[in-house]
């Protein structure tokens, strides 16, 4: 099968500190993935470049075998990536609805099959009531939700989250990952970087990041 992602001879400095000394990474469309290693190790900033958020980077990038150019990268990430991040990254002024529907704004085609899963979504989280209420009058337990249904609004093949149970107590970490393995059921490619031995352990396939090397582990 032709990987969903490829990635190769990627290298990553900040001035003389080698974080990433061209790693290669291929994965599999419907692979779920957990990336582990030390506080500093370059799980981060190899997300950050699996996500295209920093495209400051050498090597090549590709997506269903076709490498994509600089000029791509934007539309790219915003029609087939999704995101979930540890501090949420929610709009604290605007609403429920209007944080989860951003991502659409691109997307002028999308917007009202958009809206219909944003509705229906928000009904399958328990959060009908709060989606008028600005984001900065929600819970933490009810941001990290709407995240999450911001993260699958545009209908990604891949989803990319940095630890995202990071933050939570134990009942909204356990929603955040049973999402995911539901999303992966559904046939989305999960990445996901946690320092949560369990959590990485729900992956089919676990690496780390040591020394500016990714490997496999078994
Ligand atoms: N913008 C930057 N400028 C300089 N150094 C940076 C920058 N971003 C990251 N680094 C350094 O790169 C290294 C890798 O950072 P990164 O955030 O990827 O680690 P991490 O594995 O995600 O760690 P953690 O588990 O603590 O989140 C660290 O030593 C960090 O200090
Ligand atoms: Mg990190």
Redesign the pocket.
């Known amino acids: 099968m032709e990987p969903i992602l490829s990635l190769q001879n990627i290298y990553k400095a ?2 003389d ?1 080698v ?1 990433l000394n061209h790693v290669d990474l291929l994965i599999e469309p419907g692979e779920y993935v957990s990336i582990v ?10 997300m950050n470049i699996i996500g295209l958020l920093d495209q400051n980077f050498t090597g090549t990038y590709a997506f269903n075998g076709q490498p994509l150019s600089k000029r791509e990268h934007s539309r790219f990430r915003n029609q087939h990536l999704g995101f979930i991040f540890q501090q949420y990254n929610l709009i604290p002024s605007l609403t429920s609805k209007e944080n989860i529907l951003l991502p659409c704004a691109y997307a002028s085609g999308k917007i009202q099959e958009a809206e219909q899963t944003c509705e229906r979504m928000l009904r399958e989280f328990g959060l009908e009531k709060q989606k008028d209420q600005p984001v900065n009058t929600l819970s933490g337990g009810e941001k990290q939700r709407i995240a999450l249904i911001r993260s699958v609004i545009m209908d990604p093949e891949i989803l990319l989250a ?2 995202p149970t990071g933050n939570l107590d134990e009942k909204s970490g356990r929603r955040v990952r049973d999402f995911l393995q539901e999303m992966n059921l559904a046939g989305k490619t999960i990445i996901v ?1 946690t ?1 949560d031995l369990e959590f990485s352990n729900e992956a089919e396939r676990r690496l780390k ?1 040591e020394g500016g090397e990714l490997h496999e582990l078994s």
Not at 37 to 46: E, P, R
């Open positions: 900040f001035g500190r974080v290693g030390a506080s500093g190790a370059g799980k981060s900033t190899l940095d630890e970087v320092h990041v």
